[in-house]
Nanobody
Framework: QVRLEESGGGSVQVGGSLRLSCAAS????????IGWFRQNPGKQREVVAR????????YYTASARGRFTISHDSAENTVYLQMNNLAPGDSAMYYC??????????????????WGQGTQVTVSA
């Protein structure tokens, strides 16, 4: 059974940093695409960053580029999202998700079958 567990969320002030972790059990991230998504109540789940572990290849949305870094530790079977210079607009529930295949082919939440429970990020002024 595939299980993803996020951790590392919390409350920070504007300009602060957090590192989110996504640990997998029952599943290897090798040769897969992993995405970090975020969602606020009443809004659609949006992608933040994706990583293809066979490259690795990394993709960021415009809002994340330059501030966030996605990485993969194969020994720990864990994917990280380092978030720096956080702003109130980054506040959301953050989820990791994964699927087999190349990240270039899968860009939306609907494309990913396996999800974690999420970790809350709150950025205050």
């Amino acid at each position: 059974q595939v299980r993803l567990e996020e951790s590392g969320g919390g409350s920070v002030q504007v300009g602060g940093s957090l590192r989110l972790s996504c640990a997998a059990s029952g599943y290897s991230f090798s040769g897969t695409c992993i995405g970090w998504f975020r969602q606020n109540p009443g809004k659609q789940r949006e992608v933040v960053a994706r990583i293809g572990t066979d490259g690795p290849s990394k993709y960021y949305t415009a809002s994340a580029r330059g501030r966030f870094t996605i990485s993969h530790d194969s020994a720990e079977n864990t994917v990280y999202l380092q978030m720096n210079n956080l702003a109130p607009g980054d506040s959301a529930m953050y989820y990791c998700a994964t699927r087999q295949g190349r990240c270039t082919d899968y860009k939306t939440a609907e494309s990913f079958p396996y999800w974690g429970q999420g970790t809350q990020v709150t950025v205050s002024a």
